[in-house]
């Protein structure tokens, strides 16, 4: 290009900036901010993620439900006191809901006579817990009896706890160590009278060291071993909300707020804790057979073992089984 050609080029272009069409023409091709760009990604995956998750109209018949949002479902309606919003949702879509809580669907019964149809009536249609993260990672892949699926599984598992622990007969047995530990709470009530009690923490205390002697065959001995302490963290941990349970493309948030880590820390003490307890109760197997049989131990972990040595249990529990039942 010559350089009479290059200069009128250059004019031509000055003439047309300067003018209003070309500064329109200009501004309308400045890039797009990068947060606009975010808001319409953004909302396309909320839109593809609402028709990717809608149901096939063949369900029908449903019980009533309040309106729900994408994503979130019907999460918005509740406040600080989830038993309030639930009793308010009921006067206006009555005794029968259906909530969607993320991605679960939720049942609310809310009548005596409906709950009385579910526990019992179609009470194997609703015997399966949902199994939650924390259930999965603290029970052994939900081994126990109140998460485990219903089966030959949870069946076995369930008669193990109720003739082994929880039989009129184990009962009575254990009445001594009740009250032992009963006497040993108002001794403590007792020795801090003139002070501020905080009973809560005394109670459950005693709750614990009960439950702990009849099933592990010895006290929480919280200030040596921790494992009052570790059950504690446990039942919080599996009562706390966990993001990948309502909304399982999100699941990475948990592992960004350390919930995911707490839960391996947390599963780790008690696995090493129950392995200590178990190999003691071997111990005693053995030592038991080498003196002519003679193992007169009456916990629940004892008799667990002893009922597998001997294989009487007619069923094969593993010893993540064990443990798992041995938590709840």
Known sequence: MDPTSHKNLHQLLHQITQSPYGQSIIIHFKPISFPLIFFFLFLFFLISLKLLSTKSPEIKNLPPSPLQLPIIGNLHQFGSLPHRSLACLSEKYGPL?????????????????????????????????????????????????????????????????????????????????????????VERIGGESSGVINLNQLLVSTSNHIVGRCVLGEKFKEENDGFGEVTRKAMVLLTR??????????????????????????????????????????????????????YDEKDFVGIMLKLQQQDALHYHFTMEDIKAILLV
Request: glycine share 6%.
């Open 241 to 294: 909300f966990c993001v990948g349970d309502a909304f399982p493309w999100f699941g990475w948030i948990d592992v960004l707020r350390g919930f995911r880590a707490e839960l391996k820390a947390c599963f780790e003490t008690l696995d090493k804790l129950f392995e200590k307890v178990i190999d003691e109760r071997r111990e005693k197997l053995k030592m038991g057979d080498d003196n002519n049989g003679f």
């Open 97 to 185: 809901m259906l909530l969607k809580l993320g991605r679960t669907p939720t049942l609310i019964v809310s009548s005596s006579k409906l709950a009385k149809e579910v526990m019992k009536s179609h009470d194997i249609i609703f015997s399966s817990r949902s199994q939650n993260t924390a259930a999965k990672s603290l029970l052994y892949g939900c081994h126990d009896v109140a998460f485990a699926s219903y089966g030959e599984h949870w069946r076995q598992a369930k008669k193990l706890c109720v003739l082994e622990l929880l039989s009129p007969n184990r009962v009575e047995y254990f009445q001594y160590i009740r009250d032992e530990e009963v006497g040993k709470l």
